[in-house]
């Protein structure tokens, strides 16, 4: 089995910074992609940013220039560096693993607010 456990999440004022971490234990080998997903209330959840096992990324538009998602696979943890945010910025973020299925983590709240 795969756990994944996220933190870094709190209240900032819009321009501001935080990085989020997701660190992965148990059957990690399983994992190839991983990626952060968020979902504002009312809102379904949207892909944010993800990074596959070589290191490629890819971004949501909205985030592009903003944020940087990055890999530590000595530690295995995925990271989101966001910067200059905004108030729409504000959401749950979760990490997802993909392998042959799909995993999970509870999630992070991050509010953006002055």
């Known amino acids: 089995q795969v756990r994944l456990v996220e933190s870094g999440g709190g209240l900032v004022q819009p321009g501001g910074s935080l990085r989020l971490s997701c660190v992965a234990s148990?059957?990690?080998?399983?994992?190839?992609?991983m990626g952060w997903y968020r979902q504002a209330p009312g809102k379904e959840r949207e892909l944010v940013a993800t990074?596959?096992?070589?290191?490629?990324?890819n971004y949501e538009d909205s985030v592009k220039g903003r944020f940087t998602i990055s890999r530590d696979n000595a530690k295995n943890t995925v990271y989101l560096q966001m910067n200059s945010l905004k108030p729409e910025d504000t959401a749950v973020y979760y990490c997802?693993?993909?392998?042959?299925?799909?995993?999970w983590g509870q999630g992070t709240q991050v509010t953006v607010s002055s």
């Open positions: 997802k693993g993909e392998g042959y299925r799909l995993w």
């Open positions: 148990g059957s990690i080998f399983r994992i190839s992609a």
């Open positions: 990074i596959s096992s070589a290191g490629s990324t």
